[in-house]
């Protein structure tokens, strides 16, 4: 076990386990986006740092099919930020924001040596997409193309630049997709630790294995932070989710079949 999940298996509640916890209709979602930790200032603008942050938390609501409504910001900036930096984040924010049809409806604000945000995320849903309910047999998909975020960090480490519509940056959130195929999808969550981490997070959650129909890479499936949908269904749609991911313009990638044996995550844990 690695420490986030030992730390996690301290706190016992129904409520954990997805990427967001459901409570009578409503999904709450919480993340972290910390200088130094998930990003370097040198690699983007104050806007594009609130950007990301904001798309970072609002894809936990949409990967369990939840509309997002209210955003609680907190942020703790240096006290030498200037107004003209502190105005281009919130400006950020506030886009994002309006994007999506969220209200930004308070949080808090603490002067820090360096930027951390902190995002929750108030959703709706009348149909959840949770990570439960995989049974053998079903097949397992992922939308868009991975690897291109562990790309862009690798070239921004090597004090490269990246494109502003980069993976890193400019997230492509799957939202037209999920909705559209809430009555064929069973299980579902976003691809934020990587492909084959993730799965691990789903094996382990519904006692199964997998029985893989493509090879796939390590340096595609271990590539973290890609926002994806990775999500599982029954063979018997596979028309219909072929047809779902038409209709919303969305590549998709079949891969794996849930089976009776033993998954093992071959990619280094990416939080501790």
Same mark, same amino acid.
């Given at each position: 076990m ?13 409520y954990i386990g997805?990427?967001g916890?459901?409570i ?5 979602s =919480?993340?972290?986006f910390?200088?130094n930790v /998930?990003?370097?200032k040198?690699?983007?603008s104050y806007y +594009? &740092?609130? $950007?990301?942050?904001?798309l970072?938390n609002?894809s936990?609501?949409?990967a369990?099919?939840?509309? @997002?409504?209210?955003?609680l910001?907190s942020?703790?900036? @240096? =006290?030498?930020m ?9 400006e950020?924010f506030?886009?994002v924001a309006?994007k999506?049809?969220i ?5 808090d604000?603490i002067?820090n040596?360096?930027l951390?945000i902190t995002?929750?995320i108030i959703s709706?849903?009348?149909?959840p997409l949770?990570?439960a %309910?995989? #049974? ?12 291109? !975020?562990?790309?862009?960090? %690798?070239k921004l480490?090597?004090?490269g630049k &990246? /494109?502003? /519509?980069s993976?890193f ?5 799957r939202?037209?997709?999920? $909705?559209?195929?809430?009555?064929v999808? %069973? ?12 799965l691990k997070?789903l094996?382990?959650?519904? %006692?199964?294995g997998?029985?893989? !129909?493509?090879e796939? @890479?390590?340096s ?16 018997r749609e596979?028309?219909a989710?072929?047809?779902r991911a038409t209709?919303?313009r ?5 891969f794996? +079949?849930?089976? #009776?044996n033993r998954?093992t995550? #071959?990619?280094?844990? /990416?939080?501790f």
């Amino acid at each position: 076990m690695n420490l986030e999940n030992y730390f996690i298996s301290h706190f016992n509640s129904n409520y954990i386990g997805d990427d967001g916890a459901l409570i009578d209709g409503y999904v709450y979602s =919480k993340d972290a986006f910390f200088e130094n930790v /998930h990003y370097k200032k040198e690699w983007l603008s104050y806007y +594009q &740092i609130a $950007q990301r942050a904001m798309l970072v938390n609002i894809s936990d609501a949409i990967a369990m099919n939840a509309t @997002p409504k209210y955003a609680l910001l907190s942020v703790a900036m @240096p =006290k030498s930020m200037s107004k003209k930096n502190m105005s281009a984040l919130a400006e950020g924010f506030k886009d994002v924001a309006n994007k999506y049809g969220i209200e930004i409806i308070g949080g808090d604000t603490i002067s820090n040596t360096k930027l951390d945000i902190t995002i929750t995320i108030i959703s709706k849903t009348s149909r959840p997409l949770l990570r439960a %309910k995989i #049974r053998s047999g079903y097949i397992f998909g992922y939308t868009g193309e991975l690897g291109k !975020s562990a790309y862009a960090l %690798k070239k921004l480490f090597n004090l490269g630049k &990246i /494109h502003k /519509h980069s993976k890193f940056i400019d997230i492509q959130l799957r939202q037209d997709f999920v $909705q559209k195929s809430e009555r064929v999808l %069973k299980a579902g969550m976003d691809i934020s630790d990587g492909l084959f981490s993730d799965l691990k997070k789903l094996t382990s959650l519904n %006692k199964i294995g997998l029985k893989f !129909s493509k090879e796939i @890479p390590k340096s595609i499936a271990c590539s973290g932070e890609e926002y994806e949908m990775l999500f599982a269904f029954d063979k018997r749609e596979i028309k219909a989710v072929k047809r779902r991911a038409t209709q919303s313009r969305t590549k998709i990638t079949f891969f794996a +079949q849930a089976a #009776r044996n033993r998954y093992t995550n #071959r990619c280094k844990a /990416h939080h501790f």
